[in-house]
């Protein structure tokens, strides 16, 4: 992986797979239950991963898109997510959501 210094974002140069991976992030509502949501995340067909973390962001989901586009996967992610257990964000978007 690299860093193009005129949009900061990563790169990737080589792999193995042929898919890509993204990363999304969750900021739940007090009183989430961690294990159910978790639970409901993971069931979604391309999601690899689902890691609880602290602070600010409380999940951080990790996706594989290949068939699929990078916007059904989102959008699968966000209906799990929903309103119901606090605020959804891509990776694109995560700034912006920690105002």
Do not use: W
């Not at 999304?24 to 961690?34: E, G, V």
């Not at 209906?79 to 105002?99: N, P, Q």
């Amino acid at each position: 992986m690299g860093l193009d210094k005129k949009t900061k974002r990563t790169y990737r140069l080589r792999s193995r797979e042929d898919f890509l991976h993204s990363f999304f992030f969750i900021k739940p509502q007090k009183n989430t239950d961690i294990h159910d949501l978790a639970n409901r995340l993971i069931d979604i067909d391309d999601v690899e991963e689902v890691c609880v973390t602290e602070g600010s962001i409380g999940y951080m989901v990790k996706a594989k898109f290949d068939e699929k586009t990078y916007e059904n996967v989102e959008k699968s992610i966000a209906s799990i997510a929903g309103s119901r257990y606090g605020k959804f964000v891509s990776a694109i978007e995560l700034k912006k959501a920690m105002k």
